[in-house]
């Protein structure tokens, strides 16, 4: 062993050895670590905060969200905490979409608690139980449609329909006809078995508090937040399970809390300083949304004309 080489190679061996002892120790460690984890995985109730003006934006993202909950299987139940006042018409159907393929698969509560109205409610009504605080404000079920300044009126055009936004006004109101009734037809559906009114009382486009919401069958129960969570880990069989937040909207992402009903940052409370402004092209908008949108002129509220 005086060689200098012979004596490398039994240095190098040595080392090696060592590494291997290493490696097999930390393994040992690591192993019983990973199954402790795999063993102990947490059950989940997931608060989906909706929070704001409904529009193409952020529906894009609550859908996402939801997809992404109804695939995840540590997610056992879902809340919708609500407080918007409605938006736009067809972003207000995707998400009640997303919410009823939600609903087919896991239980999904709802928790109201400034407004839950016009597109907010329809992104409501597939949940399996509505809960609403003493000042909460459900209903207003319909659509309304807003134009340009000149409205529908006839113009200097190149076409016979150019003037009429790409639909001619007879078309315009046939699309507000067949938007109320869908709105209409879906709360029936997921709540005609609890409603205590009419279909013709749902299409007039009341809306309704705390209390009276419950006794006329547009929310289920008076509660606040903590009290939808309790049902829904009741509904999916949960008695330990943490509870995580979340806010498809802010950039932020996946938060958690401590609990408690401040999750979710400030509400929006009305319908003032909606992001329906025209910009660019003028275009017809439909609306569900609880008041009357700002800048814009009202031309036609489905609610108000018409059967249902």
């Known amino acids: 062993m005086n060689n200098p ?6 240095t190098a061996l040595q080392s090696y050895t060592v590494l291997a002892v290493i490696a097999i120790l930390i393994g040992a460690a690591v192993v019983p670590y990973a199954a402790s984890v795999a063993e102990g995985d947490e059950q ?7 929070d704001e003006t409904i529009s193409s934006s952020s529906s894009q993202d609550t859908v996402q969200k939801l997809r992404e909950l109804r695939s995840n299987e540590s997610v056992e139940a879902v809340v919708l905490r609500i407080s918007s006042p409605g938006g736009s018409a067809a972003s207000s159907e995707s998400m009640y979409l997303a919410v009823k393929r939600l609903s087919a698969e896991k239980p999904v509560y709802t928790s109201v608690d400034q407004y839950a109205a016009s597109g907010a409610y329809y992104t409501a009504v ?7 605080t003493p000042a ?10 807003t134009a340009p300044s000149d409205g529908l009126s006839p113009a200097a055009t190149t076409g016979p329909d150019k003037a009429h936004r790409g639909m001619t006004r007879d078309q315009y109101y046939a699309s507000l006809e067949s938007m109320k009734r869908a709105f209409v037809g879906a709360v029936m559906t ?6 205590n009114v009419s279909r013709e009382t749902v299409a007039e486009a009341s809306a309704y508090q705390g209390g ?3 006794q006329t069958g547009y929310a289920d129960e008076v509660g606040g937040l903590e009290a939808a969570i309790a049902g829904a880990a009741g509904a999916a069989d949960l008695s330990e399970y943490q509870v995580v937040y979340h806010n498809p909207a802010d950039p932020r992402g996946l938060f958690f809390l401590t609990g408690g009903s401040e999750a979710g940052g400030n509400a929006t409370v009305a319908a003032k300083g909606a992001p329906y402004t025209f910009q660019g092209v003028d275009t017809v908008h439909f609306l569900m949304i609880y008041g009357t949108p700002e800048n814009q002129q009202v031309v036609y509220n489905s609610t108000a004309q018409g059967g249902a």
């Open 5 to 10: 080489i012979d004596r490398r190679v039994a």
């Open 44 to 50: 989940y109730v997931a608060v989906v905060n909706i």
């Open 126 to 132: 597939p949940s399996d139980r509505i809960y609403v």
């Open 136 to 145: 909460s404000l459900v209903g207003h079920v319909g659509v309304i449609g």
């Open 190 to 195: 997921e709540r005609g078995d609890r409603l």
């Open 212 to 214: 009276r919401a419950v």
